[in-house]
DNA sequence: TAGAATACGTCAGCTTTGTTGACATTCCAA
DNA sequence: TTGGAATGTCAACAAAGCTGACGTATTCTA
């Protein structure tokens, strides 16, 4: 066992050995192919990939979002987006309608079609996390998230709390 | 606050709302991006990518290993990482000596060079794992790494403890 | 109201990093 | 000793990111 959780002060946590490190970073490069690797699954099957997938969740928790807001969440080009979009929209799983308030905008929203894969994604995906959430108990995952929001960037801890206000 | 860590005997924990997951994942998402980003500058300055940080970065957790045992690590085909471990060796940060026992093999090291570009790298990465580590105190950090190895894939959990173990 | 700024789409071309296929070398076992 | 398995290299291609330039429609502002 390692020495990092002795004190319960909160105090004198200040040993954080290079080895501690070092496997934090392992950890987060040997997970996230996990995390990731269900859905990857799903999406090759029908020609899709990563890109994708996040466009497809993302429309999903906020519907009606638009092409700019999309941009800033996901932090590429538009000129990549729109590729990504384009088949989407060209396979019937994504929605564009021109804005009603500013008519430079077009919304995006998920097809029935959309919503379906979105389903089974997100089914893929959370299936992996419950089991893990539930192997390391609520204690865990608390933990688990305090991290993770303390290692965001300013700006996509904005996008990530926008996206969490959403639905509280 | 979320109704996740309201009991403390870890019995009932079963109520994972499809919200709660849903946070976990975009959690992940964003700081995925957070926790590569200060590598990827250092990198993009010297034209390497992420491809290349992650060689270096497992050749110097275990010189002489390996072309084949970093594959099984790294999960890419051979012909993706000899395009990478090429200009590395070129350009003067790798060594590539045949193998003693088995000429077939290749054992990888890193030079001085090698070792120096590795330093800026983990060095970087680190400042902001320790950020966020104080920021979430040692529980938080117990719970994050236990949640992380829960959701790894068998294989790589293989991967994750043999390195593991040659440290302690 | 004319001109600047914004939102979106697209063309062209490049880079990184993944893929498959073909092939040389080396080792081992029948 | 020879044929198959293992290790690594070369070639060509695909996905998905990037920059730069440009067109169009719309909105904002001086």
Redesign the interface.
Known sequence: MAQ????TT?QS??F?T??Q???????????????T?DPDRILSERGYGRAHH?AI?FIH?SPGTTVNNLLGIL?VTKQSLNRVLRTLVEDGLVLNTVGTKDKRERHLYLTETGTTLERAL?DA??D??????????????????????????EE??H??DA??DK?E
Chains 1, 2 share one sequence.
Do not use: C
């Open positions: 990092s959780g002795q004190s909160g946590l200040l954080l290079d080895e490190l070092r496997k934090g970073t392992e950890a987060m490069f040997f997970a996230y192919r996990g995390f690797a996040r969740h928790g932090g997100s995906q959370r992996r996390m419950r089991a893990a959430y539930r192997a390391a108990g609520p204690a865990a995952v608390a933990g688990f998230r305090q991290v993770l929001e303390a290692m965001m960037d996509m801890r996008h990530y996206l969490k639905a």
